[in-house]
């Protein structure tokens, strides 16, 4: 059953509604990569009923810290200028999609879990990606062109393949965590999906998605090593030659990086062309920016109308005109100014105190343990790979927020159980 703050029991009809609550839930996480409609009835519906439990129970306790500022603050941001735009320009963007993330993030932080729901969680994310992944296979194996490597509902293999890799860390942490508790039967399953799901990754070609891959298993082992060094040293030989056999199995990412490397020696590459044009134009909207997905502004004559304004030369061989920046911080500058690309940094530095603070608390308790793993792995997502592209959008957001959502669920209720004397939250002699 999923509970919030409230102590006080529940009565049968209580928990019917949080069962509702939990099982949509669970549809919006199984829906997300698959189908739009299955998502958001699933997601506004957890909400709808969220609200619905609180006022039933009358269960108002929230407690302000900074993670209200950080969330606050980062709304205020978007919702400033959404204002700007509408107002200046008439224009009218999809920041929803990012505050109905924010606002699913809010609403995980208060709610509470029992284990087995948790698991249930990661068996929905991991039902939903390989079902995905299923769907996509048939056009890769036909073409061997790792564009065709895409999710029903997420229609990019860059996007794709940063949604796969959060699914990644998810079973990754649950691997690590099952192996000691000793479930071989579970552990099996879990390792034969993390290589299914890592070779879906080495054939998505994606740099960075394989980049923080890597880094996410050196974090992941970290409450190994706390609790047995020789067991840590053992899984960082064994998983990381598994990536090491599966990049000559799908080789494609090793290609792509020697074909571009050839092909822009001497040259700026794409990327870095793109990132001129975002910062050739941040100066004409500073600070609140030109609108959430807005970035599309940015054409040719635009650039040319704004060199000629500065009594600049266009070059076009400085520039290149995409959707977004390949960057979320320099997306965030365009679309959302400085005021808003500094909410967005401050969000992320309370995510790393947050998990620097706990880090102590590793050796207490192994779910405990899992879920910071996933939560660290998830904030290198956001910001190592989004260093070469553009992370908090619509999907990635979404598993992003749910995940730190969940983590900090889990770190409010977690010490709590294992004072209740669960067996779950203590590591196996």
């Known amino acids: 059953m999923t509970q919030h703050c409230c102590e006080r029991s529940l009565s049968k009809s209580d928990l019917i509604w949080r069962n509702v609550e939990f099982l949509l839930l669970l549809a919006g996480i199984i829906g997300t990569p698959l189908l739009e409609g299955v998502r958001n009835t699933g997601l506004l519906g957890f909400m709808a009923i ?9 269960d ?56 087995r729901q948790y698991w249930l969680i990661l068996a929905a994310l991991t039902l939903s990606i390989f ?20 999710l029903p509902n997420i229609q990019h293999v860059n996007h794709a393949s940063l949604y796969v890799l959060i699914a990644f860390q998810f079973l990754l942490s649950g691997l690590l965590y099952i192996l000691f508790r000793g479930r071989w039967l579970l552990f099996t399953a879990l390792a034969i999906s993390l290589v299914i799901v890592g070779a879906w990754l080495m054939a998505a070609s994606s740099r960075a998605a394989i980049g923080v891959a890597a880094l996410s298993i050196v974090v992941a082992l970290i409450p190994v ?60 909207a500073p600070w609140l920016g030109r609108g959430y997905n807005e970035y599309k502004q940015l054409t040719e004559d635009y650039i040319k109308e704004v060199a000629k304004s500065r009594g600049e030369t266009y070059s076009p061989d400085r520039f290149w005109f995409v959707e977004h920046a390949h960057n979320v911080y320099l997306t965030w500058l365009v679309e959302h100014g400085g005021i808003g690309l500094f909410c967005l940094l401050f969000f992320f530095l309370v995510w790393l105190i947050t998990l620097f603070q706990d880090f102590s608390r590793l050796r207490e308790d192994p779910i405990f343990a899992c879920w910071w793993t996933i939560a660290m792995n998830t904030l290198l997502t956001l910001t190592v790979a ?44």
């Open 386 to 429: 989004g260093l070469v592209t553009t992370t908090m959008r619509r999907d990635t957001a979404f598993i992003a927020l749910m995940a730190l959502g969940l983590y900090l669920s889990y770190s409010r209720w977690g010490a709590r159980r294992m004072l209740a004397g669960n067996k779950e939250g203590v590591w196996s002699e």
């Open 131 to 150: 079902v995905g992944m299923a769907w996509s296979w048939p056009d890769y194996l036909n073409t061997h062109n790792f564009i065709a490597l895409r």
């Open 225 to 284: 090593m706390m609790r047995s060094r020789k067991v840590a040293v053992i899984a960082l030989v064994v998983l990381l030659s598994g990536i090491g056999l599966l990049a000559t199995v799908f080789p494609g990412v090793i290609a792509k990086q020697n074909q571009w490397s050839v092909l822009f020696e001497g040259k700026l590459t794409p990327r870095e062309r793109i990132w001129n044009t975002a910062l050739e134009a941040y100066p004409e």
């Open 50 to 58: 969220w609200l619905v439990n609180r006022f039933r129970l009358k």
């Open 60 to 115: 108002f306790k929230l407690a302000w810290d900074r993670w209200d500022l950080a969330v606050i603050l980062f709304a205020l941001s978007m919702l400033a200028t959404q204002l700007a735009v509408a107002l200046e320009d008439n224009l009218a963007t999809k920041v929803s999609h990012v505050l109905r993330y924010l606002i699913l993030f809010f609403m995980l932080r208060y709610s509470q879990f029992s284990t």
